[in-house]
């Protein structure tokens, strides 16, 4: 087993997942104290342009998995792909970023490369003969830090927004290997046969790096189309409480919170939400947090940024007036 660190490139349908490539700038610190070395693994179908954003954005050689049985996503069939890079590239660590998929496969890789496994990391640190993860406990109450032995392999999955990404090398290129799968029927017993995005093709609250959510407090579904403008005029997404959600006036796939979906944008809005336990835990690793809200004593306030108790059928179009201003 060698020094290099290798990153597992997300990739739907040709576009890179942005963790992703936020995860190269954790690989990069990595390798060079390890004096090892950054790779890449690319699995799908048609992912030469995806490879190649591998290689801008920092990896020396890209091990590629490209084949028609690939073009959707399986857990299985992944896991056995991105074990079979493992095993050509060798590495020390395996870095991915958390995301849906990330948290589908990272313990099945684990489990069949007999690696050690640490999810949701938020900080990697190298620490003697130890690799030191900091990642986000009890619903984000706590945070914890733990040590890992670097005499065996690593697996570590980040949480998105934890690093920055870097700008991309245009003129920085990457060798590729090409890396064959042999698969099994007993991997055919999960199969994709279609990928519906919820929402209607709006764009997913994990995805943003802004997001702008509404509560109860919104009283309707109509009542949530200030809270789309406002997203909308800052290029984010639009999120819901769960209340909301369970009140009808936004599908569960928007959801934000502990049963929803965990987000850590750089800009979160909470627009009449009063800042239940759960909710709490799915947005309190936002980098900048807003809360707008006419309750002084919402629990949102002590987790918020910036406090707005006002009327938010008032400020929110005032918000996206100014915004859509300064857009020209």
């Known amino acids: 087993m060698g ?31 390890l004096s090892g070395k950054v790779t890449a693994c690319v699995i799908g179908s048609g992912v030469g342009e995806v490879a190649a954003a591998a290689g801008q954005h920092g990896a020396s050689k890209v091990f590629v998995v490209d084949d028609a049985a690939f073009e959707k996503f399986s857990a299985l069939n992944y896991t056995r792909a991105l074990c079979a890079c493992i095993e050509v590239a060798d590495p020390k660590l395996v870095l991915m970023v958390t995301s ?43 945070v914890g830090s733990f040590d890992l032995s670097l005499e065996g392999r690593n697996i570590l999955s980040i949480r998105q927004n934890a690093y920055t990404a870097g700008e991309p090398d245009n003129g920085a290129s990457a060798d590729t290997q090409d890396v ?6 007993g991997d055919a017993r999960i199969k994709t046969t279609e990928i519906v995005r919820a929402g209607g093709g709006v764009r997913d609250v994990t995805e943003a790096d802004v997001v702008v ?20 005029s800052l290029d984010g997404a639009a999120g819901a409480s769960r209340a ?33 336990i759960q909710h709490l835990a799915g947005m309190r690793g936002s980098k900048v947090i807003v809360a707008i809200n006419t309750k002084k004593e919402a629990p949102i306030f002590a987790v918020a940024t910036y406090g707005c108790v006002m009327d938010l059928f008032k400020l929110v179009p005032l918000l996206t007036q100014e915004i859509q201003q300064l857009n020209g």
């Open 3 to 33: 020094n290099d660190v290798l990153v597992f490139v997300e990739q739907h349908q040709g576009k890179v997942h942005p963790g992703s490539l936020q995860v190269f700038t954790a690989a990069k610190e990595l390798a060079s104290a």
């Open 180 to 185: 064959a799968v042999a698969l099994t029927d």
């Open 213 to 232: 959510s509404g509560g109860r407090a919104l009283k309707s579904e109509d009542g949530f189309k200030i809270i789309y403008e406002l997203a909308e």
């Open 244 to 276: 909301a959600c369970d009140a009808g006036y936004q599908p569960h796939s928007r959801q934000v919170g502990l049963t929803g979906k965990v987000v850590t944008p750089r800009l979160y809005i909470a627009c009449g939400i009063d800042g239940a």
């Open 100 to 142: 849906f998929l990330g948290r589908d496969i990272a313990p099945r890789v684990a489990i069949r490369s007999k690696s050690a496994l640490a999810t949701d990391c938020t900080e990697l640190t190298l620490d003697g003969q130890s690799l030191r993860v900091t990642t986000p406990l009890y619903c984000g109450k706590a």
